[in-house]
């Protein structure tokens, strides 16, 4: 018969050997709703897209329960930070400037940054010629990053905003002469939508690393390596056994997650 302090003992290196999130326990997710095609908000108020089914089914293969946050995209590190939330899935950049603020899973897809406009606008592989226009940029991005780096220099006027929504509503109504932003939703969410006729893609592509990153990851409170390799293991997991590429063909017509 096992004395209870050899129960006591067994008990102990049970739990410890255990996940840190076990079936029972809940992962506290944040997001931003506002950016389709990853996230949005469907007729009846619910939380959608790429990046809200991707954590669902992160949750699903490590057997916790997704607790989904909603706010706006700059708060989402800082929730992260004040532990508010266990970790922000919401397209966010990998780079070396906020791997100095938070850990990161390795990427879950990649995306490149373009500029839209008018149709037919001619700009300058430098962008030199739009000194004196008006650019829209969400606040925070790694596209804010860049053209406070390298448009404001050149007298091009940088207009910040909370959403993308929010930029796309003022350059259609004539107060923005343009909008720099991610590629894949910019082209889903405003240029193949009825809103964004008569705009297109101008000038070239943006992939340099320095402002792009590494691809989109999930970030998490600086140190907690467990968390990190549990969500990377779960993002391996689904890719292999097809649950990526099934949420992927729902929203775009291509492989997004790149090399």
Not at 210 to 236: C, F, H, S
């Amino acid at each position: 018969m096992k004395t209870p302090s050899l129960l006591a003992a067994l008990a102990l290196s049970l739990f410890a050997a255990a996940p840190s999130f076990a079936a029972e326990k809940t992962l506290r997710i944040g997001i931003e709703a506002a950016y389709p095609p990853f996230a949005f908000k469907t007729a009846d108020g619910a939380i959608s897209g790429f990046d809200y089914d991707i954590g669902n089914a992160l949750c699903a293969q490590m057997q916790v329960k997704c607790q989904w946050t909603e706010q706006e995209y700059d708060g989402l590190i800082p929730s992260l930070k004040v532990k508010k939330i266990d970790a922000a899935l919401s397209s966010i950049t990998i780079t070396e400037d906020r791997k100095k603020s938070v850990d990161f899973t390795h990427k879950y897809y990649f995306t490149s940054a373009r500029l839209a406009m008018k149709a037919g606008s001619q700009v300058d592989d430098d962008f030199a010629n739009l000194k004196g226009k008006r650019i829209g940029v969400q606040r925070a991005t790694t596209t804010d990053r860049y053209v406070t780096a390298e448009l404001v220099p050149k007298g091009i006027e940088i207009v910040r905003y909370t959403s993308n929504e929010e930029i796309f509503m003022d350059l259609v109504a004539g107060r923005l002469d343009g909008v720099f932003a991610d590629t894949i939703p910019l082209e889903q969410g405003f240029l193949e939508t009825p809103k964004g006729k008569g705009y297109g893609f101008v000038g070239p592509e943006l992939k340099d690393p320095k402002y792009v990153g590494e691809g989109a990851g999930i970030a998490v409170r600086k140190g907690n390596a467990e968390l990190v390799a549990q969500l990377n293991a779960a993002i391996d997991a689904i890719r292999a056994n097809g649950e990526y590429q099934k949420i992927q063909a729902k929203y775009f017509k291509s492989d997004i997650y790149g090399d």
